[in-house]
């Protein structure tokens, strides 16, 4: 009787002790989560569905995914300058730390904005700007058409109303990733400098069509004369001599020679006008 009573303690005391732990388990675990929620109250709000913002286009590259905005770059409700019509503008819009740029649809793409403040604004959203390369993938799809463009177009040819004219405006002007105004309405700038016409070390051909690209979508044989229609008739335009920063795609009166191979490496990284925007990616 006495062993029988010695074992129904031992199973007993071996239930409670696997209960304490248990419990001890839940409440460290709620104990995290508690935590985690008061460092970040609004973390569970903040996880997006899918692997991108809602602002943003998932892109499948060979070097890596990644996300890009959807619409060309606009200032955001924080900003002072809705549509800057200078640099000063621009440069007052990211000294206040709630001006950040946004990607959404109707906007009016932030113009007069050089490619070292374009890096800046799109640091400030948590982004950086696009490479060469990045852009290129982005952009593939886009229907790169080299006459009798309507509204629903891509804007190369002030064919919408308003020059430049709001993001998406131009239904048929997307991306097979899904991102709109990949081509026309503005220059885009992207990641890097061309140094003396080489960029990494490798020499750039002369302005002209291009009739072909390298890995870092760079253009590696141009022509003079005509466009190749491999490469949609786009153009290359360079200047040989300093520093030159790089914007893709065209802008609203390139006509047909925008497109997704085109590149502008004319101005030096410190220029903003009236035709280049930018948007990011993440």
Known sequence: MRKTINLKKKSLIGKR?????????????????ASDTLLNPNESAAVPSGPCEESMVLVTNSSGNFCIDKYEAAPGKGCPYQDPSNQTDTRLNLDY???K??????????????????????AKAGKRLPTNNEWLSASL??????????????QVAKNWQVQPGASGSGENCKSSAGAYDMIGNVWEWVEGTVNDGQYKEKALPESGFVLGVDDEAMPSVTRAESGDENYYNDFFWIKQKGIRGMARGGYWDNAS???????????????AGTGVGFRCVK
């Not at 002790?17 to 989560?33: C, D, N, P, R, Y």
């Not at 793409?109 to 403040?117: A, D, G, K, L, Y």
């Not at 058409?145 to 309507?150: E, G, R, T």
């Not at 020679?257 to 220029?271: C, I, N, R, T």
Request: with cysteine.
């Open 141 to 154: 799809g886009t229907p790169d058409i080299n006459n009798s463009w309507s509204t629903n177009d891509c």
């Open 257 to 271: 020679d925008a497109g997704q191979y085109s590149l502008y490496v004319v101005s030096e990284p410190s220029f």
């Open 17 to 33: 002790e696997l209960i304490v732990m248990i419990t001890a388990v839940v409440l460290t675990t709620a104990g995290i989560k």
């Open 101 to 122: 740029p946004e990607s959404r649809p109707q906007a009016l793409p932030w113009r007069f904005i050089s490619q070292n403040q374009a890096a800046m604004a799109c």
């Open 97 to 99: 730390s709630d001006c």
